[in-house]
């Protein structure tokens, strides 16, 4: 039996490849939380509104789910080709400028002159070229725009935004803004209102949707369950990450799912004594310490010792989960307070 407390080795053992998706930590998983956001973003298409807001704690796995999962699954729900320009805001500060916000754009819109040095109106105009060319592409009058970090905006880009939503309007083109931003974006609507930009967050901030973790035992085994059928390691191989990683482990009945509660009691226990927010854990504690198990697993040890409580609850302990949590308790004391 490998003692797994005590390990000389390298996590990562030396036959397993390092392109493999767990080693890279280039996957994502499906979770509840990625159903009820395409499922919110498609009612708002269908209701054709202007603008609504995904907003969660950091770490949840919001952008995973905007990169990975939302062009596929909102396609499909719409069924076919939606015209979606996903762009990930990164504070400018004082470089802030119309042009770099159009460049931007452009940029996140693979226009293919996107890095020419253009004035900033030549920029506008390409991209409103752009997006009516994509909107027509999807054989309708409406062009989807996804801003990941929106918490980041500055009031004058959201201005310019509302610019650009005027005049595609004029051009029969609805502009469908959608912000994921983290959890202080809650107060963005009242805040963008008293500082002078009311017209901002009538357009495109009066709708909006928690992004949560996972919440239950259940949720965790869903999620859980995907390393045990739902991914697959090499491309077109059938082998899932945990049949592949812990292949003597798999023959003896050993499944990721299985580990829910187990988990789920370390996530609790690894808490502050003072923690009082919601029960709702983000999905880099869950894909960071099944990561560590897989390929421990995956190096020799025990499987029935590396998943013993006392070991899931070292691992989430040694994962940052307190200070993350803590932060989540501290903003919805927050939220809270705002709301009395």
């Not at 596929?72 to 770099?100: C, F, K, T």
Request: glycine share 6%; aromatic share 8%; with cysteine.
């Amino acid at each position: 039996m490998v003692d797994t407390d005590n390990r000389t080795e390298p996590l990562v053992p030396r036959h397993v490849s390092r392109d493999h998706p767990v080693v890279t930590r280039d996957y994502s998983l499906f979770t509840p939380a990625i159903h009820d956001m395409v499922d919110s973003i498609a009612g708002w298409l269908d209701d054709q509104v202007d603008g609504a807001t995904i907003y969660g704690p950091s770490r949840y796995g919001k952008s995973s789910a905007v990169d990975n999962w939302l062009p596929q699954l909102l396609s499909e729900r719409h069924g076919g080709y939606v015209p979606m320009v996903i762009w990930s805001h990164i504070d400018a500060g004082s470089q802030n400028s119309m042009g770099r916000f159009y460049a931007h754009l452009l940029d996140a819109s693979r226009h293919p002159l996107a890095r020419s040095v253009k004035s900033p109106l030549d920029r506008q105009r390409m991209l409103i070229e752009r997006w009516i060319w994509m909107a027509h592409q999807g054989g309708g009058h409406f062009m989807v725009l996804v801003v990941d970090e929106a918490q980041s905006m500055s009031q004058r880009e959201w201005i310019w935004l509302v610019e650009l939503h005027s005049t595609l309007e004029k051009l029969r083109v609805r502009l469908c803004v959608f912000s994921v931003a983290s959890l202080q974006f809650f107060d963005e609507p009242t805040g963008m209102a008293l500082s002078g930009g009311a017209h901002v967050a009538a357009r495109f901030m009066l709708e909006s949707k928690r992004f949560h973790g996972v919440r239950s035992v259940d949720e965790l085994r869903y999620v859980l369950n995907c390393y045990d059928e739902s991914t697959e390691w090499p491309l077109n191989s059938g082998v899932s990450f945990t049949a592949g990683l812990a292949q003597k482990a798999w023959a003896e009945g050993f499944r990721m799912a299985n580990q829910a509660e187990a988990l789920m009691r370390a996530l609790n226990d690894s808490l502050d004594k003072n923690y009082d927010g919601p029960q709702d854990f983000p999905m880099r504690t869950i894909a960071q310490v099944s990561r560590h198990v897989l390929l421990r697993i995956a190096g020799g040890a025990d499987w029935r010792v590396t998943t013993s409580d006392s070991s899931w609850l070292k691992l989430v302990s040694q994962s940052s989960h307190k200070a993350l949590m803590a932060i989540v308790n501290a903003t919805a004391h927050r939220r809270s307070h705002s709301k009395s």
